[in-house]
């Protein structure tokens, strides 16, 4: 996916018809666009995903309010406004152009909401033009709508686009639409039980009862599963919706000049805690694994040096195994007869040369076995005592880190209770409710985790009822025929299932790998970021887990970012020339973004500068003043094909016009005007 061009008319801060032309050259990947706070980059931004899917994003207010103000009071009642977004981007070698607008005949001073229309056209190869009947599905063949977050986003709110569970659910899903794996998914999770089910009905409930009754308890089971999955994922979206809740109510308290201070304390103390609970469960999962492994050694205290004894004894006797050689001449001499054919009489010398023989045959293997054991044995006490020191210093560890989490809850306890005692109704008002929605949070997490659990054991109970009815026995040719037929569909479901997990993995794997890539490219400290197995995204420090700051965590949205991007990338290159269905998913696609560089520090924003290029083949970026500036704006201009300027246009004579340093001439960046609206103006690089 290549955008083309973006076209604006009415639309919230832009009045009139804007176009933004998004054409890139080789080498220069990069759309600059630069713009006052309050100027439009939000509205900018969301012009993309409305255009595409309809939607604002969540920090957009008045959403309502499509039509530019100044356009909607030019209006006289009972006449038609519009407003609308026109996209156009290439996909594969076909141009498509997606509009959506919003037609309304004013009635009322204010606006009302309106369900906005969507017309989408393609152009083939062949210059071809026509409309796509079923626009909003073509669209999401081409960008999912569960991609977006990962393509249109607000840097200053990356950091939570891989926290909390909720978020970890959607990044798997991103995940699977990458690999087009829907349609599996939809197979193993819907087509497949409900064939499964169609086919079980048809046993007769009369002739055999048996396959009859397990067939329904295994539907039975089905719909519990199914309602069990349902009421998780709520609770999984109420936990994350309580989280915003107390978020919000932090945010308020560290504005507030008298509980600022002990709410930074808390916050310090929260993160503090967190990273020390995420080492508890290293430091037992560690413990755990060492035990699965090594356990056993705990029980062969004393067996050891019983056996050497043993093996000792045995050693002198020389009856410790030792190769072929002396049954191979006990067998010489029971027979009475050489390998070369000739007869061994017994008192011959032959027959005594072969006696002696005997008697020292194998004594070098012997040696060598006994060796062999006494190390092993000396091993079993030496590895024994490494196990012991290993889990006393677990044991020591563990105990450190609760401690240290005892006393960190004891520390945010009091900073909880000083806070209660600021005699401001406001913030009373605010610890109360968050409070109240921690509270909240942490009981949905508990039902949660209960869910799960019960999401659990029917799992297992219904592959049990799956594995009875598999081997039971029909009772008439007909429930035979259908059990077979319902096994088979297990199998298939099975397959796929196999496929999905193995082809999840190995995504993650490639997520992971180059996530490490790009955030050492941008990264100054030693820090490594890691994408777990339930794609939750982790910052570990040669300590252990790192206590992220705001700014890292911007650091490491980008670079999931940029992963992402590769990964889409790599996967298009490899689908392309094949006909393996399985071998389909991924595209190339742009990144549009708004304040990339967040609270970064300069040396950051400098590094990050030099990165944006090499995030993808597309990149169109919304930037304040403040935002560009020496080498940072040197970098971004050094690989950019255009750059534009919101210039905001304010009827307030008491403001100051600004201007915007490009190139090293002054452009209008702040005028004043009859009304508040905005221009987009395009700047030569």
Sequence with gaps: MKLRQLTLNNFRAFYGEQILDLTTQDGKPAVLIFGNNGAGKTTLLNAFTWALYGTFSEDVEQQHRVIHDQAWSDTAFGETISSSVKLDFEHEGT?????????????????????????????????????????????????????????????????????????????????????????????????????????AREIDKKSDSRLSELSDTIERLQQQHAAVDAAALKLSKDASSYQNEVDEAERQLRANSQAAPLQVQRARLTRQITAEQDKLAELKARKRERLSKSGFLAFTQGNDETVMKLAEGMRQRRELPAGIQRSFIDGLLEDRQCMCGRPLEPHTSPYEELERRRYNAGLADVEARWVYVDGQMRNLADERQALLEDLKQNAQDILAVNEAINRLNAERSDVDRQLEGVDVQDVQRLEQRRKEYLEKKTRALIEHQQRKDEFAELDKQIDAAKRLFKHAEGANEKSRRVQRQVNLVEEVAKAFTEILVLKTEEVREELDRKIKEVFSRIFIKSYIPEIDDSFELHLKSPAGVAIRSTGENQILGLSFVGAVSEVAKNLRDRRTGTDDTLAAGGSIYPVVMDAPFGSLDLTYQEQISRALPELTSQIVTLLSQSQARGKVMDNLQASASSMYVLRSITPNRQAQEETITINNRAVAYVSHGDFEHTILEKVTV
């Design 95 to 199: 141009r498509f152009t997606v509009t959506r607008d919003v037609t309304v005949t004013k009635n009322a001073d204010d606006q009302a909401p309106v369900t906005p229309r969507l017309t989408v056209f393609e152009t083939l190869p062949d210059g071809e033009t026509r409309a796509v009947p079923n626009g909003q599905d073509r669209i999401e063949k081409i960008l999912p709508e569960g991609l977006r977050r990962f393509f249109f986003f607000n840097g200053e709110r990356m950091e939570k686009m891989f926290t909390g569970e909720e978020n970890n659910d959607e990044v798997k899903r991103a995940i699977k639409t990458l690999l087009n794996l829907e349609s599996i998914e939809r197979a193993i999770n819907k087509h497949l039980p409900e064939a499964s089910k169609k086919l």
